[in-house]
């Protein structure tokens, strides 16, 4: 028997952002029993001695020099291409960085950066962290460590990393010039273990209203969403508004648990099935949960992927939370992630997931054909889905009932129960090119910088009511834009402006109050701001009326089901 895994799932960035991994817990057993016997064993065994066989081949007779590492890499990756979307191989750099992504924490030393116009800004030091007790702060540039230059247009954060991340213990020296200054600074940086964190924001909106917002579900997940809940209700939440958009998922027992401590009694939350039963589990509810009374609201996107869906699923399929937002990714297979012995691992699909009241919300696809699974994000956008609710299909073969009675359905995602489109009203060219080039994020620093005693002389609520962007710090933006080569449209620029503002402001309160607290991760002030022009954060806010009904136990009408009428 092998050790057990963990749940597990990952994004990275390729085509979609997303390439989920989900495993269920519990060993696997190799040899015979696992490939399904003497007679499949016979047929592997076949297959591998004829790959060995060519392999060889090209090793000792082809005409040229190859690398037999990457001929198997790339055979591997092209056979699991004819399985379904998600079974992968990652090499072993690929696979080490998808762990990592999962983890609780990493060695390095401790900084946010900001990569503009070919520069490393040090965007703030973590309190207590290995660069800021050498002396290093916000606004610092980093223009080299240990030696090898970190300015230019070949810097990228893969170079950041591999320069600035290290084992815990080991040494860095790293060069930063600082503004009005000629002359660089020179530390020793002694790595040290930097915590990382899943729960970006967790505040109370008014004296009633917790907001959580999960950004992935990792090691540390239910623990952090655990603790900010408990603050939360000691402030007087009564309501709890749980943003899930962009969440791709991850550890699978971590969204179990969340669920669990917002649903009562001995409900299921999701089931598993695959070939046979070595696969197949189901996950109920076990304890007492801390917030099993009160209005939930689920907040979900076309982004929302795998454990995102599982915690909005079960707690949909219960009549427990109303969904809000726009139809989640549909990502409904469970992956196995098994480490082979040179490092790299593979990502086996070894079952389905079944939400509480049956379905699947696995978005459909054709084995091998993986470039039309990919395009339908694209069909979304074509079909008018993202901004108009009559435009979702559904198939009424896949028509699923809650524990109340409300009609849901299967075949791909999760459909909310209040739609929001997605609002384009600020989204131009200019403002892409904007965020590209890290403009936003540079004009705030350095007002913060420049400002940060004024600033924090007074509370981020008085900020957050009173301060408003100069023309003054709009016509810097704009010469910015101009040296960095983005080309000026007004008229894109007016439509973009409402947005630009709350942007600017957002990082500048970032930058003065949030980098106090990055030590627990929350960036309470910046999604603050951001609330202000959040459409379905503001919409979710008005429909509070409908969760109440559901947490008092009353049904509400079903978007899927309204559209049917």
Same mark, same amino acid.
């Given at each position: 028997?092998?050790?057990d895994?963990?749940?597990?799932?990952?994004?990275?960035?390729?085509?979609?952002?997303?390439?989920?991994?989900?495993?269920?817990?519990?060993?696997?057993?190799?040899? *015979?029993n696992?490939f399904?016997?003497q007679?499949?064993m016979s047929? $592997?065994?076949?297959?591998?001695?004829?790959?060995?066989? $060519?392999?060889?081949?090209?090793?000792?007779?082809?005409?040229? !020099?190859?690398?037999?590492?990457?001929?198997v890499?790339?055979?591997?990756?092209?056979?699991?291409?004819?399985?379904?979307?998600? %079974?992968?191989?990652?090499?072993?750099?690929?696979?080490?960085?998808?762990?990592t992504? /999962?983890?609780?924490g990493f060695?390095?030393?401790?900084?946010?950066?900001?990569l503009?116009?070919d520069?490393?800004?040090?965007?703030?030091a973590?309190?207590g962290?290995?660069?800021?007790l050498?002396?290093?702060?916000?606004?610092?540039?980093?223009v080299?460590?240990?030696? +090898?230059?970190?300015?230019?247009p070949?810097?990228?954060?893969?170079v950041?990393?591999?320069?600035?991340?290290?084992?815990r213990?080991?040494?860095?020296?790293?060069?930063?010039l600082?503004?009005?200054?000629?002359?660089?600074h020179?530390? %020793?940086?002694?790595r040290?273990?930097?915590? @990382?964190?899943?729960?970006?924001?967790?505040?109370?909106?008014?004296?009633?209203?917790?907001?959580?917002?999960?950004?992935?579900?990792?090691? !540390?997940?239910?623990?952090?969403?655990r603790?900010?809940?408990?603050?939360?209700?000691?402030?007087?939440? &009564?309501?709890?508004? /749980?943003?899930?958009?962009?969440?791709?998922g991850?550890?699978?027992?971590r969204a179990? &648990?969340?669920?669990d401590? /917002?649903?009562?009694g001995?409900?299921?939350i999701?089931?598993?099935?695959?070939?046979?039963t070595?696969? =197949?589990?189901?996950?109920?509810?076990?304890?007492?949960?801390i917030?099993?009374k009160?209005?939930?609201?689920?907040?979900i996107?076309?982004n929302?992927?795998? +454990?995102?869906e599982?915690?909005?699923?079960?707690l949909?399929?219960?009549?427990?939370a109303?969904?809000?937002?726009?139809?989640?990714?549909? &990502?409904?297979?469970?992956?196995?992630p098994?480490?082979?012995?040179?490092?790299s691992?593979?990502?086996l699909?070894?079952?389905?997931?079944?939400?509480?009241?049956g379905?699947s919300?696995q978005?459909?696809y054709?084995l091998?054909h993986?470039e039309?699974?990919?395009?339908?994000?694209?069909d979304?956008?074509?079909?008018g889905?993202?901004?108009?609710?009559?435009?979702?299909?559904?198939?009424e073969?896949?028509?699923?009932?809650? @524990?109340g009675?409300?009609?849901?359905?299967?075949?791909?995602?999760?459909t909310? =129960?209040?739609?929001?489109?997605?609002d384009?009203?600020?989204?131009t060219?200019?403002?892409?090119?904007?965020?590209?080039?890290?403009? $936003?994020?540079?004009? *705030? /620093?350095d007002y913060?910088? !420049?400002?940060?005693?004024?600033?924090?002389?007074?509370?981020?609520?008085?900020?957050?009511?009173?301060?408003?962007?100069s023309e003054?710090?709009?016509?810097?933006l704009?010469?910015?834009?101009?040296?960095?080569k983005v080309?000026?449209?007004?008229?894109?620029?007016?439509?973009s402006?409402p947005y630009?503002? +709350?942007?600017?402001?957002?990082?500048?309160?970032?930058?003065?109050w949030?980098?106090?607290?990055?030590?627990?991760?929350?960036?309470?002030?910046?999604?603050?701001?951001?609330?202000?022009?959040?459409? @379905?954060?503001?919409?979710?806010?008005r429909?509070?009326?409908?969760?109440?009904?559901? *947490?008092?136990?009353?049904?509400?009408? @079903?978007?899927?089901?309204s559209?049917?009428?």
């Amino acid at each position: 028997m092998m050790k057990d895994k963990q749940p597990v799932n990952s994004s990275l960035v390729v085509k979609l952002p997303i390439i989920v991994a989900i495993s269920v817990v519990g060993g696997m057993l190799i040899g *015979a029993n696992f490939f399904g016997g003497q007679s499949k064993m016979s047929n $592997i065994s076949r297959g591998v001695n004829k790959f060995r066989e $060519i392999l060889s081949l090209v090793e000792t007779s082809y005409v040229d !020099s190859v690398n037999t590492d990457t001929l198997v890499d790339f055979s591997i990756k092209k056979m699991l291409e004819k399985l379904d979307p998600h %079974t992968a191989y990652f090499g072993t750099e690929e696979a080490a960085m998808a762990r990592t992504q /999962l983890e609780s924490g990493f060695d390095g030393i401790g900084i946010e950066y900001n990569l503009f116009n070919d520069t490393v800004y040090v965007m703030s030091a973590m309190p207590g962290g290995p660069a800021e007790l050498v002396g290093i702060r916000s606004g610092d540039m980093l223009v080299a460590a240990d030696g +090898a230059s970190l300015v230019g247009p070949k810097v990228n954060s893969n170079v950041i990393f591999n320069k600035l991340r290290g084992k815990r213990g080991t040494e860095v020296k790293v060069e930063i010039l600082r503004h009005g200054e000629s002359s660089p600074h020179t530390y %020793t940086v002694t790595r040290d273990r930097i915590p @990382t964190f899943s729960v970006s924001a967790g505040y109370m909106v008014d004296n009633q209203t917790a907001y959580i917002k999960i950004d992935r579900f990792m090691e !540390s997940t239910y623990q952090e969403f655990r603790n900010i809940l408990t603050i939360l209700k000691n402030q007087g939440a &009564k309501r709890l508004m /749980l943003d899930l958009r962009g969440n791709p998922g991850g550890y699978k027992d971590r969204a179990e &648990k969340i669920v669990d401590e /917002l649903l009562g009694g001995d409900k299921m939350i999701v089931y598993t099935d695959g070939k046979g039963t070595q696969y =197949d589990s189901k996950t109920m509810t076990k304890f007492d949960g801390i917030f099993e009374k009160g209005a939930v609201m689920v907040l979900i996107d076309e982004n929302s992927a795998s +454990a995102s869906e599982i915690v909005a699923g079960a707690l949909q399929d219960n009549d427990r939370a109303l969904i809000v937002g726009r139809r989640s990714f549909g &990502k409904g297979l469970v992956q196995m992630p098994v480490s082979l012995s040179d490092g790299s691992e593979l990502r086996l699909t070894i079952s389905r997931y079944y939400t509480p009241s049956g379905r699947s919300i696995q978005k459909p696809y054709l084995l091998g054909h993986e470039e039309e699974y990919d395009k339908d994000y694209d069909d979304r956008i074509k079909r008018g889905e993202l901004f108009n609710s009559d435009s979702i299909k559904f198939n009424e073969k896949l028509k699923y009932r809650t @524990t109340g009675g409300r009609i849901v359905y299967g075949g791909g995602g999760i459909t909310p =129960d209040v739609f929001v489109g997605r609002d384009t009203t600020y989204y131009t060219k200019y403002i892409s090119d904007l965020w590209g080039k890290n403009i $936003i994020r540079e004009i *705030a /620093l350095d007002y913060a910088n !420049s400002h940060q005693n004024e600033l924090s002389k007074q509370s981020f609520k008085d900020f957050n009511k009173q301060f408003v962007v100069s023309e003054e710090m709009l016509a810097t933006l704009k010469d910015l834009a101009k040296q960095t080569k983005v080309k000026h449209n007004e008229k894109e620029y007016q439509r973009s402006l409402p947005y630009i503002k +709350a942007q600017i402001k957002a990082y500048i309160a970032r930058n003065v109050w949030s980098k106090k607290t990055i030590n627990n991760g929350l960036n309470n002030e910046y999604y603050q701001v951001m609330s202000t022009t959040d459409e @379905t954060f503001q919409k979710a806010l008005r429909s509070f009326e409908k969760a109440e009904k559901l *947490a008092r136990g009353e049904l509400v009408e @079903t978007l899927s089901h309204s559209l049917k009428r």
